[in-house]
């Protein structure tokens, strides 16, 4: 596998493989070797059209400890304000011979466009409402170090489901793996045709979603892709869809909550349950460097 820009891509043994690269670069670290050599010699480009800080930061992070060059390139500081294409751009990256492309774009099918187009490695970051890998990626091997295993886990994902590409490759990824996947959220940020992202389970009641749940996963608020309001006021949908202590009492004792970041604080989340002891968002963040690390060192391997 040359690029990684789907979780289509990727068969159960291929995510156990990820995981286990994962899994050895985390111990190996956290035992206090802080530098390998599995990419030595390799270039990393990372182009951001979309701003960014957990991922962006994570990759150039992975890469540096793997031992590779990283080079950071925004839509701010390219071309692309002179008008040149997406397809150009790229192809003018890759003449400087970089080993891999890390990308995100605003536009869905971007990464997947660009890594057909290159010699070199290319992972999605992030492509419009269309996916995110690697948070599937992270968020199922948090999942995993927690519940010792996916299967037979009955997972909820709460909130704007519509314009989330965390929630679609999380859904594909969590149902490879053999969990139970339920959607929640407001009428209008529900997609209409949700059995096509391989759901098992929609609602608009989010005490009969998190009910019975073992995770529960709430979603950022987007409103940098709504070009209408999908709901009345933020403090209505904190009331009906955020997490506080009322839902929290529904909660099993051993359920566990995660966000993929940034937290809207009072709005998906109460601000002292963003890092209660149900919480697993840090570990959400410190696990994104490992994947990383390790999805850089399937493709080149």
């Known amino acids: 596998m040359k690029d990684l820009y789907s979780v289509n891509q990727l068969e159960k043994e291929d995510i156990q493989k990820i995981f286990q690269l994962a899994k050895e670069y985390k111990e190996r670290f956290l035992k206090g070797e802080k530098k390998f050599n599995d990419l030595r010699r390799c270039s990393i480009l990372l182009v951001f059209f979309e701003n960014s800080t957990r991922t962006r930061t994570s990759f150039e992070l992975a890469g540096k ?68 890998p690697t948070q ?17 886990l009955k997972i909820a994902i709460v909130g704007d489901i519509l314009h989330s590409r965390v929630a679609r490759s999380d859904i594909k990824l969590f149902k490879k793996l053999g969990a139970e996947v339920t959607l929640c959220g407001p009428m209008t940020m529900l997609p209409r045709h949700y059995e096509a992202l391989g759901a098992d389970y929609i609602t608009t009641d989010i005490k009969e979603a998190v009910k019975n749940k073992d995770v529960v996963i709430f979603l950022r608020i987007q409103l940098e892709r709504q070009d209408k309001p999908f709901f ?68 080149l391997s």
């Open 65 to 132: 400890i793997l031992g590779a060059d990283t080079i950071n390139i925004s839509a701010s500081s390219s071309s692309v304000k002179k008008g040149e294409t997406l397809y150009d751009t790229v192809k003018t990256l890759e003449a400087l011979n970089s080993d891999f492309i890390v990308i995100r774009h605003n536009m869905s099918g971007a990464a997947k466009i660009v890594a057909n187009s290159v010699k070199s490695h290319v992972v999605n970051a992030g492509d419009g409402t269309n996916e995110h």
């Open 136 to 152: 599937a990626l992270l968020d199922g091997f948090t999942i995993l170090e927690k519940k010792g295993s996916l299967e037979g």
């Open 232 to 299: 009345s006021t933020l403090r209505e949908y904190s009331i009906k869809y955020g997490l506080n202590q009322e839902l929290l009492k529904i909660l099993k004792p051993d359920t566990v909550i995660m966000h993929p970041g940034p937290v809207n604080r009072g709005v998906e989340i109460q601000s002292e349950l963003v890092y209660s002891s149900k919480s697993l968002i840090l570990n959400q963040v410190e696990n994104g460097l490992f994947i990383r690390m390790a999805v850089y060192k399937y493709l």
